[in-house]
C-alpha cells in the first residue's frame, strides 16, 4: 500500500525550531519528487517546500524562505522539513505530498494525513 | 506568483444537480498545468483532476476539468451525497505552486 507517514508535530514557543518528518512506503522514493503542504485551522491549503528526486532542486513558498529548509533521505524513504524561527501564523496541519514524477512543481497524487504544529507562547 | 481565485464561495445544491466550480489564474498556467482536490473534514485532500482535464485513479467520471489559459472549470455532473465537501485548484505551470482559496459544495 503506497503511504505517507508524517511525524515530528508539536507545541513550540515563537522563535523555537521542530524538524518534521515523513516516512515513504509503497513505492519507489527516490523516483519521485516530494513537497510540503500545510493547512491552518479552518483555512485553505498552502504550499510550503519541494524537493526533486535526489534533492537537487528545491523551492520554497515566500512565506517560510530563509526559514525552513526541505531534505530528503532516499536510502532511508524519508522526507523532512527543518522549521526555524517559527512564528503563530506557522501553525497548521503540514502534510507531505507525492508528485507525478521526479520534480517536485507537480500535482500531488498521494497525500499524508498530516501532523499539527502549534506555536504559541 | 499565480494567484488563483476561485468561485462561487459556497455552492448550494440538491444531490443529482449539476455542479460547475471556476477557477481563475492572475497570469496564464503554463501547459495546462491545473489541477482540483477534493477534501472533507478530517480528511486529506484527494486528487481529483490534473493536466486541467486528466482524472486521477478511481476518480468517477462524473468528475471532468476544462480550460486553459487562466480559467479553469470542474464540472460534478450529477452530485452523489458523498460529493459535499470543499474543493481546490492548485496550479503547478510555475516552480512557486499556487492553490486557490476553496469552493465549499453545500446540500441545499
Known amino acids: 500500500e503506497v503511504q505517507l507517514v508524517e511525524s515530528g508535530g508539536g507545541v513550540v514557543r515563537p522563535g523555537g525550531s521542530l524538524r518534521l518528518s515523513c516516512a515513504a512506503s509503497?513505492?519507489?522514493?527516490?523516483?519521485?519528487?516530494m513537497s510540503w503542504v500545510r493547512q491552518a485551522p479552518g483555512k485553505g491549503l498552502e504550499w510550503v517546500s519541494g524537493?526533486?528526486?535526489?534533492?537537487?532542486?528545491?523551492g520554497y513558498a515566500d512565506s517560510v524562505k530563509g526559514r525552513f529548509t526541505i531534505s530528503r533521505d532516499n536510502a532511508k524513504n524519508s522526507l523532512f522539513l527543518q522549521m526555524n524561527s517559527l512564528r503563530a501564523e506557522d501553525t497548521a496541519l503540514y502534510h507531505c505530498?507525492?508528485?507525478?514524477?521526479?520534480?517536485?512543481?507537480?500535482?500531488?497524487?498521494?497525500w499524508g494525513q498530516g501532523t499539527m504544529v502549534t506555536v504559541s507562547s | 506568483e499565480i494567484v488563483l481565485t476561485q468561485s462561487p464561495g459556497t455552492l448550494s445544491l440538491s444531490p443529482g444537480e449539476r455542479a460547475t466550480l471556476s477557477c481563475r489564474a492572475s497570469?496564464?498556467?503554463?501547459?495546462?498545468?491545473l489541477a482540483w482536490y477534493q477534501q472533507k473534514p478530517g480528511q486529506a485532500p484527494r486528487l481529483l483532476i490534473y493536466?486541467?482535464?486528466s482524472r486521477a485513479t478511481g476518480i468517477p467520471d462524473r468528475f471532468s476539468g476544462s480550460g486553459s489559459g487562466t480559467d479553469f472549470t470542474l464540472t460534478i455532473s450529477r452530485l452523489e451525497p458523498e460529493d459535499f465537501a470543499v474543493y481546490y485548484c492548485?496550479?503547478?505551470?510555475?516552480?512557486?505552486?499556487?492553490f486557490g482559496g476553496g469552493t465549499k459544495v453545500e446540500i441545499k
Open positions: 505530498a507525492r508528485g507525478r514524477a521526479y520534480s517536485y512543481v507537480d500535482s500531488f497524487h498521494i
Open positions: 509503497g513505492f519507489t522514493f527516490d523516483d519521485y519528487g
Open positions: 524537493i526533486n528526486w535526489n534533492g537537487g532542486s528545491t
Open positions: 497570469q496564464s498556467v503554463s501547459s495546462s498545468y
Open positions: 493536466g486541467a482535464s
Open positions: 492548485q496550479q503547478y505551470g510555475s516552480s512557486l505552486i499556487t
